[in-house]
């Protein structure tokens, strides 16, 4: 599956940006989906993730509270909503799927097989 992630920009701190990802896959239902970060000079972290179904979400301490993750099955997208930014938010996200069929809303990257080509967040006043 082909992920397009879109909606990165500029954000002041308190602020609100939108992301979304678009998978090229009829079957992306088949796939739980993921969001994560990578903030320069560091590791790849995970943020959020939705089961194929919408019925569980998962996400980062750091984030818990302030972004939500949603899907649209018949429209094949992933969104992060995110609100309240921080400076400590500006990172590039990416989205990412599990392979077919797998269940799990899991935050480990390592478990996750398609990634789209992530799209910059920068939070500051």
């Known amino acids: 599956v082909q992920l397009q992630a879109s909606g990165g920009g500029s954000g002041q701190p308190g602020g609100s940006l939108r992301l979304s990802c678009a998978a090229s896959?009829?079957?992306?239902?088949?796939?739980?989906m993921g969001w994560f970060r990578q903030a320069p000079g560091k590791e790849r972290e995970f943020v959020a993730s939705?089961?194929?179904?919408?019925?569980?979400?998962h996400y980062a301490d750091s984030v818990k509270g302030r972004f939500t993750i949603s899907r649209d099955n018949a429209k094949n997208t992933v969104n992060l909503q995110m609100n309240s930014l921080k400076p400590e938010d500006t990172a590039v996200y990416y989205c990412?799927?599990?392979?077919?069929?797998?269940?799990?809303?899991?935050?480990?990257?390592?478990?996750?097989?398609?990634w789209g080509q992530g799209t910059l967040v920068t939070v500051s006043s």
């Open positions: 896959e009829h079957t992306f239902a088949r796939y739980v």
């Open positions: 939705i089961s194929r179904s919408s019925g569980k979400t």
């Open positions: 990412a799927a599990r392979g077919e069929i797998i269940i799990g809303c899991s935050p480990m990257k390592s478990e996750y097989k398609y």
